[in-house]
């Protein structure tokens, strides 16, 4: 039976999309985002992680860490497996050390979906479907997935950074309402310094994608001294009014609420980053504005 693994489910949330919806969040994505608030997404495979403040000493997962030649402050699997970290989480009773990722089928994340089924309906929302980076994930997973959600009447978005094959959009493509599309920077080069990869397939999805009369809804990400410039907006303004012609554009100031999850997967942060001033936010909503982009103020 076809599984795939995600780190998070998120019930009643606000902001992925209309409404209240239930955000699913897959593990693994093709993009390292310098400033990536879900880094435990990044991995395709479950992780250990370890939560210094909840530790207490008692040594009981000692023992296993030294037989494993492991540091007991919480290192990963280095296999991908998670049967040592289950067994770790087993034996601290305090908590400071749990699994990221659990295998799912369809079936069972429908089910889940459909407990808040009066909320969407009250509401406007539905079902959001996130990352790490979900058009990465088995393509017939994904059309069992989506394809169950619609057949149960319900809205389905997702959410991704649009470095995948366009046939990944194709696969899912009768099945989704919307797509909320990230589009971190415009320059490629600074694309590749920040992400790891350059945005030239990004951009190209979607363009193919908005050709095909898709729901679109941009999501851009304003942090301070990476893509809040002027030159870098004014690409992205010129590169959605010419190819795109998305129905919102949602400017996201950069947080750093995920920050403390780096150390406990044993991830270094590579980078400092800073949230631009709300004067700067109101300038760059007015800009969108101006060229007749709809503007989202999270």
């Known amino acids: 039976m076809e599984r795939a693994i995600l780190f998070n489910i998120q019930r009643f949330s ?27 997404g990044q991995a395709y495979e ?10 207490r ?11 494993e030649g492991r540091d007991v402050a919480g290192l990963l699997h280095a296999d991908g497996c998670d049967t040592t970290g289950l067994l770790h989480t087993q034996l601290c009773i305090y908590g400071a050390r749990e699994v990221s990722g659990r295998a799912y089928t369809p079936e069972e994340l429908i089910h889940i979906a459909e407990k808040d089924t009066a909320f969407y309906q009250s509401s406007g929302g539905g079902v959001t479907l996130s990352g790490g980076e979900v058009l990465a994930q088995p393509r017939a997973f994904l059309r069992s997935f989506a394809g169950g959600l619609k057949g149960k009447g319900l809205h389905v978005a997702i ?13 899912v493509m009768p099945y989704v309402d919307v797509f909320l599309y990230d589009i971190k920077l415009f320059d490629s080069a600074r694309h590749r310094q920040f992400t790891g990869h350059d945005n030239e397939l990004i951009l190209s999805n979607l363009k193919k994608l908005s050709d095909t009369g898709a729901k679109i809804e941009i999501r851009i990400p304003i942090i301070e001294g ?4 002027d030159t870098e907006m004014d690409r992205i303004i010129k590169f959605l009014t010419q190819n795109a012609r998305p129905q919102k554009v949602w400017l996201l100031p950069y947080h750093a609420m995920g920050t403390d999850k780096y150390q406990r997967i044993g991830m270094i942060a590579e980078g400092e980053f800073s949230t631009p001033s709300s004067q700067r936010m109101q300038e760059l909503a007015e800009k969108f504005s101006v060229n007749n982009l709809p503007v989202v103020k999270s």
């Not at 000493?57 to 037989?67: I, K, L, R, Y």
């Not at 959410?159 to 696969?171: L, R, S």
Request: some cysteine; charged content about 15%; glycine content about 8%.
């Open 226 to 229: 990476v893509n809040n410039d």
């Open 57 to 67: 000493n008692c040594s009981n997962c000692a023992g296993m860490a030294s037989s």
């Open 14 to 40: 606000l902001h992925d999309g209309d409404g209240i919806r239930t955000t699913f969040f897959f593990k693994g994505c093709p993009l390292s985002c310098m400033w990536c608030h879900n880094p435990e």
């Open 159 to 171: 959410d991704t950074c649009g470095h995948v094959p366009f046939e990944a959009f194709e696969n």
């Open 46 to 55: 479950p992780q250990l992680m370890y939560f210094a403040d909840r530790c």
